[in-house]
C-alpha cells in the first residue's frame, strides 16, 4: 500500500498543485457585482483649513468580489476616504476615484456615482472648550444621583472661525441612568455643530456617582 502511494510522487504532487491553481482560477474567474451606499470620510485636515458648510455625505460604490472575498464584503470593511489636504480656500470639486476606496483582497472598484462632490473650505480655528455632561433617566428608586465627572474636563475643538470663535462649552452625547443603582462610567462622543470636529479625540468618559438616598431610608423608618 505504501509502495503504492510512493509510486510516480512527483507527478501525483505536480497534479496536486495544479488543482490548487485550477481552484483558485476558477474561484478568482467567478466574480460577483456588489453594490452598496457609502459614507465619505474627509481626510488630511490637520492643515489651517477646515471644512464649512453642506457637502455630499455619502457615494454608490459598485463593486467586483471573487467568490472567496464576496462574504467579507460590508460597509465595515470597504470605506471610502477622500482626502481633502490639498484644497485651496473656497470651493472645491473633489474627484471620487476607485483609488479613494479601500477595500478587502480580492475585491475591486468598477463604479463610483456620482464621480465627483463640491467641498467649501475656510479658515480654521482651535479653541480649548469646558465640557458639560448631560444625562438623561432616573436612577432606580431610593437611589440620588452624586457627582459627574469628566474626564478630560476640557477639549480641543477646531471649526470654522464663525462657528467657535463665541464658543466656550460643549456637551457630551446623554448618559442613560435610567434604572441605575451603581455608579457608572461611559465613553461618550459631544453634540458638534456642523464642520467642527475634536482635534486630539473623538470621545470623554463621563462618571456619574449613584447612591442609596439616605433620606429616604431615614424616612421609611427601622425594618421589623
Given at each position: 500500500?505504501?509502495?503504492a ?13 495544479l ?14 457585482e ?44 470597504v470605506?471610502v476616504?477622500?482626502d ?14 476607485p483609488?479613494?476606496?479601500q ?14 462632490a ?5 479658515k480654521?480655528e482651535t479653541?480649548t ?13 431610593a ?10 474636563a ?39 455643530p ?31
Amino acid at each position: 500500500m505504501l509502495r503504492a502511494l510512493l509510486e510516480h510522487w512527483q507527478l501525483k504532487i505536480l497534479a496536486l498543485l495544479l488543482a490548487v491553481v485550477l481552484w483558485f482560477f476558477v474561484g478568482s474567474a467567478e466574480r460577483t457585482e456588489i453594490a452598496l451606499a457609502l459614507p465619505i470620510e474627509y481626510v488630511g485636515l490637520e492643515g489651517p483649513l477646515t471644512l464649512d458648510g453642506p457637502r455630499r455625505e455619502t457615494v454608490d460604490v459598485q463593486l467586483q468580489a471573487t467568490r472567496w472575498a464576496a462574504d467579507r464584503v460590508s460597509p465595515a470593511t470597504v470605506r471610502v476616504r477622500v482626502d481633502v489636504s490639498r484644497l485651496h480656500e473656497g470651493d472645491n470639486v473633489v474627484h471620487l476615484v476607485p483609488e479613494s476606496v479601500q477595500t478587502p483582497p480580492g475585491v475591486r472598484v468598477t463604479r463610483l456615482a456620482p464621480a465627483w462632490a463640491t467641498v467649501r473650505t475656510t479658515k480654521a480655528e482651535t479653541r480649548t472648550v469646558s465640557v458639560i455632561p448631560q444625562l438623561q433617566g432616573r436612577p432606580a428608586p431610593a437611589h440620588v444621583l452624586g457627582p459627574v465627572v469628566v474626564e478630560p474636563a476640557t477639549v480641543q475643538i477646531k471649526g470654522p472661525r464663525t462657528t467657535i470663535e463665541a464658543r466656550k462649552v460643549v456637551e457630551t452625547l446623554p448618559v442613560d441612568v435610567s434604572g441605575l443603582r451603581e455608579p457608572v462610567t461611559q465613553a461618550v462622543g459631544l453634540a458638534l455643530p456642523d464642520s467642527v470636529y475634536l482635534v486630539d479625540r473623538h470621545t470623554v468618559n463621563v462618571t456619574v456617582e449613584i447612591r442609596p438616598d439616605r433620606a429616604s431610608e431615614r424616612a421609611a423608618g427601622p425594618q421589623r
